[in-house]
């Protein structure tokens, strides 16, 4: 009777309020924070710490706020990040199998599906990598055989440049080509012409994709999935182009399935398909034509995006700093001269070509928030317990720029890299591909392009902004860090300028320059 009466007395409006007043509720106790969890912003019900940054800068404020490792609430996740060279050194190298796992991610769960390289788990993650690993290892000759493709690649990116001498032009897909080329090579076994109309629509939707996956409107999918996949917004930009990636590298595929001779594998693709025949017992492997496409997908972005824009970082650099740009053409004639292009036999007699590279990595930070980790058991990091299956993000950024790990961290200086001698030196806080097992496999390729292209770029040509138009230093914040769009002009590197070089690379100490 009571209820009855109670049924009543409330109208459609009272039935609502009261509807939003138990799920509230529900919220709070399911979601009421962990004991000892690390410490955070205090969140909304139902919406988290929505309106809280997701963008690496506001991580590192909040960093300074909470200490290294804290927490924030999205819809009803709890993430945690971790911050600074020690703790994360901590969570990646000393608690090497804590934080292994991917989480699962709305925003690329319908493409990926927990399959391929970058986003699986377990015993299939284990095997899909060490075969990839193993390809890009030992595929060829193993590492002569890529510094071959970066070579063939760097002699077609310098004619590329030098038919624009002398015209304002926009570099950036004619960098990203030239470095996607080297992995579609190991992946694909060719690569694609600068002109190619189709290949440079499959870059344009990549390039797309990053931007819009780091929004907050797209990450908005993570927090409320259920919600944001009925709505349009970003999310359906993000994920309509993976799918058109992913139809480009099924063609790839299937061409070569036409002509597979097991007997002579070309690329990745051809040894791909033999393990399939190899693993048909052990189907948890994931050895079939559907993590074989997204495997490929994995291999082709992580080869293309971060390298790409790294050098175009560097170009920028160059531009802002033309003393910086001077003193590694002296050092590349001094070594090299004209008659050759560098190869990686040359690096260890670069040191300060070699600084400039890993500077240019530390300073434009190009992947700052890393990507997102997922605690595989319950471990205590920084004295706080993180559950099992607690997304955990480290903030790659703060360790970039960590002042505890370097002299001068907000200034672009080539001597964080230099001994006192003047011969390179390594930086244990140096991780811009992260560290521990799911550290970026491409690494080593990565490190081999960097070099060659920008020694090969710097020993030819000399790069100067259009009148009016310097570069900005103020980055695009995507799932990566990437400079503005901007044009510039080359200039054929003159001998003739060789003496003055000289006698810039002769003045002594590496050149300070503060932003």
């Not at 400079?483 to 060789?498: A, G, I, L, Y």
Request: some cysteine.
């Amino acid at each position: 009777m009571v209820f009855q009466a109670l049924f009543d007395c409330l109208n459609f409006t009272s039935w609502l309020l009261l509807a939003f007043v138990l799920l509230i509720l529900f919220d709070l106790i399911r979601n009421r924070r962990p004991r000892n969890f690390p410490p955070g912003p205090r969140a909304l019900p139902l919406l988290g710490n929505v309106f809280t940054g997701v963008d690496f800068k506001s991580m590192m404020k909040l960093a300074e706020k909470y200490g290294p490792v804290f927490s924030v609430k999205r819809g009803s996740e709890r993430m945690v990040y971790v911050a600074g060279y020690k703790m994360v050194k901590e969570a990646l190298v000393n608690q090497l199998d804590s934080f292994i796992d991917r989480p699962v991610i709305p925003l690329f769960h319908i493409v990926y599906k927990g399959l391929g390289i970058s986003l699986s788990n377990g015993y299939l993650w284990r095997k899909q990598r060490k075969f990839a690993n193993t390809h890009l290892r030992y595929f060829g000759e193993g590492q002569k055989a890529l510094e071959k493709y970066i070579e063939v690649e760097c002699s077609f990116l310098c004619e590329a440049l030098k038919e624009e001498q002398g015209k304002p032009f926009n570099p950036h897909y004619t960098i990203t080509n030239a470095v996607s080329n080297v992995i579609c090579c190991v992946v694909f076994g060719h690569r694609f012409e600068y002109t190619d109309p189709n290949y440079r629509k499959i870059l344009e939707l990549d390039n797309e994709a990053i931007v819009l996956s780091g929004s907050a409107q797209a990450q908005l999918l993570d927090a409320f999935p259920d919600l944001m996949k009925h709505l349009p917004g970003p999310h359906q930009t993000v994920q309509n182009n993976y799918k058109e990636l992913l139809a480009f590298v099924k063609k790839e595929i299937e061409k070569h399935q036409e002509d597979w001779n097991p007997e002579d594998p070309r690329d990745f693709i051809d040894t791909y398909l033999s393990e399939m025949e190899k693993k048909k017992m052990d189907p948890q492997a994931g050895f079939n034509l559907e993590t074989l496409s997204l495997s490929s997908l994995d291999l082709l972005e992580a080869g293309t995006e971060t390298t790409a824009t790294t050098l175009r970082w560097a170009l920028v650099f160059m531009m802002t700093y033309p003393e910086i740009q001077e003193k590694v053409q002296a050092e590349i004639d001094s070594v090299i001269g004209q008659s050759r292009l560098p190869t990686l036999a040359d690096r260890p007699n670069l040191p300060y070509t070699d600084a400039v590279v890993h500077e240019v990595q530390r300073f434009a930070n190009i992947a700052p928030l890393g990507f997102p980790r997922c605690a595989n058991k319950d471990t205590t990091l920084g004295g706080y317990f993180i559950p099992k299956g607690t997304a955990t993000t480290m903030i790659l950024a703060s360790v970039l720029l960590d002042k505890n790990e370097w002299e001068t961290p907000d200034v672009f200086n080539p001597e964080h890299f230099l001994d006192s001698q003047g011969q390179f030196r390594k930086r244990d806080a140096f991780l811009p591909f992260a560290a521990g097992k799911r550290m970026c496999l491409g690494e080593p390729l990565a490190k081999m392009e960097l070099f060659l292209f920008f020694a090969s770029l710097l020993q030819r040509f000399t790069f100067t902004p259009i009148p009016g138009e310097m570069p900005s230093m103020d980055g695009v914040l995507g799932f990566t860090h990437t400079p503005q769009e901007f044009r510039m002009q080359v200039k054929r590197w003159s001998r003739d300028t060789r003496k003055r070089k000289s006698s810039i690379l002769a003045r002594g100490s590496p050149i300070h320059t503060r932003l």
